[in-house]
């Protein structure tokens, strides 16, 4: 069982910036890949960025060269720094992870979600 817990949402003007956590607690000694998706009123979640837990990471081409993710596997933690933003980045921005290697369960994990806003 995993819990993830995000934090960093808010409200800015477009060209911001803003940084998103996400905190996983789990069973010791597990490793994570880990993902960002994002879910606006109306639409379907969208997937955003991704990285495994060797430092791999993929976005989706809407937010590519303006949001990086990173982790930090010490403390369990996913990191989206989202730059240059814009009014069509407002959503809400859930955290995705699984556990890996010798703790895969098969299971997807999904946190609650923090809500960004950004205004014209």
């Known amino acids: 069982q995993v819990n993830l817990v995000e934090s960093g949402g808010g409200s800015v003007q477009a060209g911001g910036s803003l940084r998103l956590s996400c905190a996983a607690s789990?069973?010791?000694?597990?490793?994570?890949?880990m993902a960002w998706y994002r879910q606006s009123p109306g639409k379907e979640r969208e997937f955003v960025s991704a990285?495994?837990?060797?430092?791999?990471?993929t976005y989706a081409d809407s937010v590519k060269g303006r949001f990086t993710i990173s982790q930090d596997h010490a403390k369990n933690s996913a990191y989206l720094q989202l730059n240059s933003l814009k009014p069509d980045d407002t959503a809400t921005y859930y955290c995705?992870?699984?556990?890996?290697?010798?703790?895969?369960?098969?299971?997807?994990?999904w946190g609650k979600g923090t809500l960004v806003t950004i205004s014209a």
């Open positions: 789990g069973p010791p000694n597990c490793r994570y890949d």
């Open positions: 995705q992870t699984r556990m890996v290697e010798g703790c895969y369960d098969g299971v997807t994990y």
């Open positions: 990285i495994d837990s060797d430092g791999s990471a």
